[in-house]
């Protein structure tokens, strides 16, 4: 085994890291590598999506009322006339002749009182039309020509019940979904992993205080802390979803404090000790790098346990104020309106539930690279 | 050489296994030939890695189920391999029976001893639970474990390793097999009841006439037990024959490289004048174990009162059997233990009870050494990161240059590749991983290093290596060792003195020389001769 | 074991003396009162109201009076349902609530245990992969999703099941709003079951019932499954305390006078009593099946004994 002088000049090679074993084994996972795919074109469109669509959230079109999902655009060819006809009754005259040329309409009507140009603003006024003009007006101002571009747009999505685009609101609602899961999660993370830590390493009697204190708010009714949070907080949902976070810590203090707890009988951890290594380096390089895996894999699976809780809040109307919105408000919504208006469902339950889905596999994925005997 | 004949029972037949892994086939074994015939014990050697227990396995149908098998196993003619489990099942358990590793975890532990042993006597068809029932107590005393009636009513949880390995055995023996496959049946057992279990099956087959295979990566227990010998390397049997022939003339370099395992040489004697480096007295250490809510605790003394005496590169020999208190006594020296009393003095220095502050700089100068070498590493540092960590307590001037430098020299010093020093633990084997973790010690110049079962994880050859590079960075650096172990040939291989320990108390203590050759205490006599020592 | 649940049980009061401390307080501490109406009452009412339910003494005094009347096992009079107590309405839909979930609970037990049994089995074949796909579904999709799905396509559609209602808890009435509430759960115990299983047939005991040619029905169930089974048991403790103390959702949807509306309206319409009382209802299921499954823990596991 000696050492000759070739082998001393050769650069040292890299080795291995169980990160980098971990990160091949994830990418060799089908399944996961599919579903991170999956979330980031849902996470791209929910932060891009909003700006590329042509309708803002809020916007209301009161003639595309529950407007079923289509790849074609409204207005559809035999709804031109009637709302056409509609609106001149409205502004009290009767359609002579009319004519569909292309996305321009030209008719000629009766009306009953005298045709003022400014009419034109009763077709401009509806979502179908724009740049209405009446022309043509005769001398007794009874009769005129109008004509009017057909404004078309689409709904891929359909609308909602107030005539909103459910394309961009079920993007716009991705952000605030995304955003609420990420931020909740953060905070219980970040909370569960200082209390789990310091509990699991200074032992005895702290870690028993600690430990009973996680016991009791475990058996407080977690429903009963959201609500009151709702209370406290009104109807802010960033403020609230701190707060929920603050809440979901406690699995996560567990987790850390058992995994630090193991760590540190480790022999490694007694080798440093037997060093003279301080406890800061210990804690640096020896026990958080290590329960980094499980806390990632929680990571994942917390994410998609507070979107659906989020969800779950919208379904009591406790959830986002309108007109902003998330998935959960989206999917309560629809499914109050599923019999005839089922779109106004699918669509945002198939972001949530390939978002979720996606979520799982990913920290189904993780477990399994981080922590390869599972398997 | 013995050839197959009608006396043959199990016939092992050009067997292959291969595993499906992530990083594509393992073959673990490659074509082997095996045959047992009646009533013989048939030993099959290797390290461990060489596949010896995956033949067998294999040959049950127990592998894991990414294993695939070629070829053929015979039980009296008929081939069992792949056959389908009905079929299997009339075999294993009735006619071949099996023996494993570890007695701690082979039982069900939610089960009664009764139960488990009942339960393949009942299924083979032979017996009804009644019948059965009187049977295990037979059988538990036949296998000599104390009150057997009220014994065989016990769980696992409630006996120890080697009564469990005792359960095990009478499970084997309960429908009279042809054959018992004992996997490696004492590895996990003390000294002196790997001793007793030894005994006991060498006895049992002589009564009960069955033929016995052996699978160990112990010699000295071949040589004592068995027949006839198969040598495994690799998947692969690289030697066979009668055991005297093995042990007499053994035609392969591997078979001679695994006989001359065993370390050898004494070490050469301190002059008295040397330094006394370490003194200490009365250590005790005690564990409070916690008993309930207001009730007082019980108390559980590990080391009694324990004293001793190391001169400048001496190195004191503890023995002692698992639960002696040695590990528990080398930590307390150290002053890693809080629970710890006693007076202990360092080059003068009284470090009784010393701060952590105190003792800091101290811990340059006193190491420990661990016995898993696969725990002891840090699994996400790389091995120069591991190796480097003292010296950001002890020397933190140096710059990042220096320590690379530094790491070079300490892996050079344990002939290792300084190139390796980027990789991470989990890419080198177990003589490796001790290596890097004396490269660990080493880099701080230390005087005094406790070793805790430095070589026990090792296989035999890589004991050897790793006894013979501590003797060597003795004598350069003028070391003063605490070896702690329970393996007697690497203590005499190592020690000046030497001390044995037995719950916490100390049985003997003397010069190597003198215990090794004329021992005077009755334990201390049953432990060397259940080690089955070669003359030095 | 009586001495070891007596003092269980004993060891759960401060813990119920805490929660029950804690929430009355933050109850007191958030914003709006239970008579704080859109058309605010008169100054006489008022007042009467406030000297009925003792708003009109100090914090401090209404937690004694509360501490007291809990003591006695009266939870008080409910703020918002005028001419109830809350002990009437509790009596009233508790036992819905817990025939629910206790239904739920056995279904998600026994498809999910047999489903997680089957996949480990199976461990990367298709069987596998198609039971754990359908138990991610079953995590991921919120039950208020699948209720009206299942509505429409058993209740409206085909016309099988009634759509609601709760009818003295007829059969047809709970087939729809049971499979809702357990259909989360069969897909987590399917999990578990079958990430424990497979660790249990991994095992070197379970080794020896293969080597000693035990058969398939021994092997699988006798060794691995009772092993297999213990991470289960504990997730069952706070689960069954959720599924029985009602499930919101699945009572609002469905339209069954179960506990779990109360959450919300108590909380929203500042109903003190109300809250409070089901504070304690679900802590006291919490401990009670935590007691349980410790319990039951111990009759599977020899090694666990009490003293």
Redesign the interface.
């Known amino acids: 085994m000696s050492v000759t002088s070739d082998q001393l000049k050769e650069a040292p090679k890299m080795g291995r890291s169980l990160w980098d074993d971990a990160r091949d084994r994830l990418l060799a996972n089908k399944a996961a590598v599919t579903s991170l795919i999956v979330l980031a074109v849902i996470t791209l469109l929910s932060v891009v999506g909003p700006m590329l669509t042509p309708h803002p959230y809020d916007q209301v079109y009161r003639d595309y009322v529950k407007a079923p999902a289509s790849l074609e655009a409204y207005p559809k060819q035999d709804e031109i006339q009637p709302t056409f006809a509609a609106i001149a009754k409205r502004a009290r005259m009767k359609v002579d002749s009319y004519q569909l040329d292309g996305d321009k309409v030209t008719a000629t009507i009766t009306s009953s009182r005298k045709v003022d140009e400014r009419y034109a603003r009763y077709f401009d006024r509806s979502d179908l039309f724009e740049n209405a003009s009446i022309s043509g007006i005769s001398a007794d101002k009874k009769n005129a020509t109008v004509t009017a571009d057909v404004q078309y747009m689409h709904f891929f999505f359909g609308t909602d019940a107030n005539g909103r685009d459910m394309l961009t609101r079920t993007l716009i609602a991705g952000r605030v979904s995304l955003t609420i899961g990420l931020l909740a999660t953060f905070v219980a993370i970040s909370i569960g992993v200082f209390f789990g830590a310091a509990s699991g390493y200074f032992g005895g009697k702290v870690d028993l205080m600690m430990m009973r204190i996680v016991d009791i708010l475990y058996s407080l009714p977690f429903i009963f802390f959201v609500i009151m949070l709702v209370v406290f907080f009104g109807r802010n949902f960033v403020l609230m979803f701190i707060a929920v976070g603050a809440v979901e810590w406690l699995d996560m203090a567990r987790i850390v404090r058992g995994q630090t707890l193991s760590i540190k009988r480790q022999e490694y951890v007694q080798a440093a000790e037997a060093m003279g290594v301080e406890g800061g380096g210990i804690l640096r390089r020896h026990i958080i790098p290590n329960t980094l895996g499980p806390v990632v894999i929680y990571m994942t699976l917390l994410v998609p346990k507070v979107i659906l809780l989020e969800s779950f809040l919208s379904f009591l109307g406790l959830g986002v104020q309108e007109p902003m919105t998330s998935w959960g408000v989206l999917i309560s919504e629809g499914a109050r309106n599923l019999q005839g208006s089922a779109w106004m469902l699918v669509f945002p339950a198939i972001f949530l539930t390939s978002t979720l889905f996606a979520l799982n596999f990913i920290g189904d994925g993780l477990r399994d690279a981080l922590d390869p005997k599972d398997r | 050489m013995s050839k197959i004949n009608e006396n043959t029972v199990l016939e092992i037949d050009n067997l292959k296994v291969d595993f499906e892994t ?1 990083t594509g086939m393992v073959h673990a074994v490659k074509g082997v030939n095996i045959h047992v015939d009646s009533g013989e014990t048939v030993a099959i050697v290797g390290e461990s890695g060489s596949g010896k227990s995956q033949t067998m396995m294999a040959a ?3 592998l ?2 990414n294993g695939i098998t070629h070829g053929e196993v015979r039980y009296r003619g008929e081939n069992i391999l792949g056959s389908s ?1 009905r079929k ?7 006619k071949v ?2 023996i ?1 590793q ?1 007695p701690m ?7 009664t001893i009764e139960r488990q042993l009942c ?2 006597m009942v ?2 068809g032979e017996y009804t639970w009644a019948s059965a029932k009187k049977r295990a107590v037979e059988l538990l005393e036949l296998v000599g474990i104390p009150e057997p009636a009220r014994k065989v009513k016990a ?1 696992p ?1 409630e006996m120890s390793g080697g009564q469990r390995q005792r359960v ?1 055995i009478a ?1 084997a023996l309960a429908n009279d097999p042809d054959v018992l496959i004992a996997d490696e049946p004492t590895t996990a057992l003390d000294v002196t009841t790997q001793a007793q279990i030894l005994e006991l099956m060498a006895d049992l087959q002589r009564r009960l006439g069955m033929a016995v295979v052996f699978i160990t990566h112990d010699l000295a227990i071949v040589e004592r037990i068995s027949d006839r010998v198969y040598v495994m390397k690799s998947g692969e049997v690289v030697e066979e024959g009668p055991t005297k022939e093995i042990f007499g003339q053994p035609k392969h370099d591997y078979t001679k490289m695994l006989l001359d395992a065993e370390p050898t040489g004494l070490k050469s004697m301190v002059p008295d004048s040397n330094p006394i480096v370490l003194d200490a007295e009365k250590v005790r250490v005690e564990f409070e174990t916690e ?2 809510f207001l009730k007082p605790n019980h108390v559980l003394r590990a080391v009694n009162d324990i004293s001793m005496e190391v001169r400048e590169g001496q190195t004191l020999g503890i023995v002692g059997e698992s639960g002696s208190g040695k590990s528990t006594l080398g930590r307390a020296v ?1 002053q ?1 233990l809080p629970n710890a009393s006693g007076r202990v003095v360092y080059q003068g220095n009284d470090i009784t009870g010393a701060s952590k502050k105190k ?6 100068e006193m ?2 050494i ?1 016995q ?1 070498p696969f ?9 120069g ?1 591991i190796i480097t ?2 010296l ?3 020397e933190p001037q140096l710059s990042a240059k220096e320590r690379d430098q530094r790491a ?1 020299q300490a892996l ?1 010093e344990v ?10 633990p ?2 080198f084997s177990g003589g490796q991983r001790q290596r890097i ?1 004396i490269a ?1 010690t080493m880099i ?1 110049n230390p005087k005094l290093v406790v070793l805790d079962e430095p070589t026990s994880a090792l296989d035999r050859t890589v004991q050897k290596q790793v006894v013979e590079l501590l003797r060597n960075l003795q004598k350069e650096h003028g070391l003063t060792y605490l070896f702690i172990s329970h393996d007697l040939a690497v203590v005499r291989a190592m020690s000046d003195t030497v001390m044995v320990m037995q719950k916490g108390e100390v049985v003997e203590k003397g010069l190597a020389e003198e215990i090794f050759s004329n021992p005077k205490e009755e334990y201390t006599k049953e432990l060397i001769a259940a080690a089955a020592l070669k003359p030095a | 074991m009586l001495r070891y649940v007596l003092s269980r049980l004993l060891s759960a009061i401060p813990t119920l003396f805490l929660i029950i401390t804690i929430s009355f307080f933050l109850m007191r501490v958030a914003p709006g009162g239970p008579f704080d109406l859109e058309r605010p009452l008169e100054a006489k009412v008022m007042e009467n109201l406030n000297k009925i339910y003792n708003l009109d003494k100090s914090l401090w005094e209404q937690y004694l009076i509360y501490l007291k009347s809990v003591m006695s096992g009266d939870f008080g009079p409910s703020f918002f349902f005028r001419d109830f107590s809350i002990n009437e309405l509790f009596a009233q839909s508790l036992p819905i609530s817990m025939q629910l979930g206790l239904s739920a609970l056995a279904l998600a037990l026994a498809v999910g245990g047999f489903l997680g049994v089957v996949a480990a089995l199976r461990q990367n074949k298709s069987v596998d992969y198609s039971v754990m796909a359908a138990a991610t579904l079953g995590v991921t999709i919120p039950n208020f999703v699948v209720a009206p799905i299942l509505t429409l396509i058993m209740g409206v559609h085909f016309g099988w099941l009634p759509v609601g209602g709760w009818n003295g808890g007829a059969f047809v009435n709970m087939v729809l709003p049971v499979v809702t509430l357990a259909l989360p759960q069969i897909a987590v115990v399917a999990r578990l079951t079958r990430g424990s299983m497979i660790e249990a047939l991994r095992s070197n005991h379970v080794r020896t019932a293969r080597a000693y040619g035990l058969s398939g029905y021994t092997v699988v169930v006798v060794h691995a499954l009772r092993g297999a089974i213990l991470p289960v048991v504990s997730y069952l403790g706070p689960a069954a305390a959720a599924l029985l103390t009602g499930s919101v959702v699945i009572e609002t949807i469905f339209g069954i006078p179960g506990i779990g509306r109360y959450f919300v309206q108590g909380a929203l319409n500042r109903d003190y009593t109300l809250v409070m009382g089901t504070v304690v209802v679900v802590a006291c299921f919490v401990i009670i099946f935590n007691l349980i499954v410790d319990l039951l823990y111990a009759m599977l596991d020899p090694r666990v004994r009490f003293d």
């Open positions: 992530n049950m149908g127990l894991a189920g489990i299997l099942n009339k075999i294993r358990g009735a029976t099996m494993f570890e975890t082979s039982l069900d532990p939610l089960y339960e393949p299924e083979h769980y949880y095990m499970m008993t309930g150290l890693l003792m800091r700089p101290l811990r340059k190491q420990l661990f898993d725990g002891s590493l840090s699994p996400r540092m790389t091995v990161q960590e003292g950001l307590v002890h070079i050079e002939s290792m590749d300084p190139a390796m020093r980027n990789r991470y989990h890419e973790a660990r701080l």
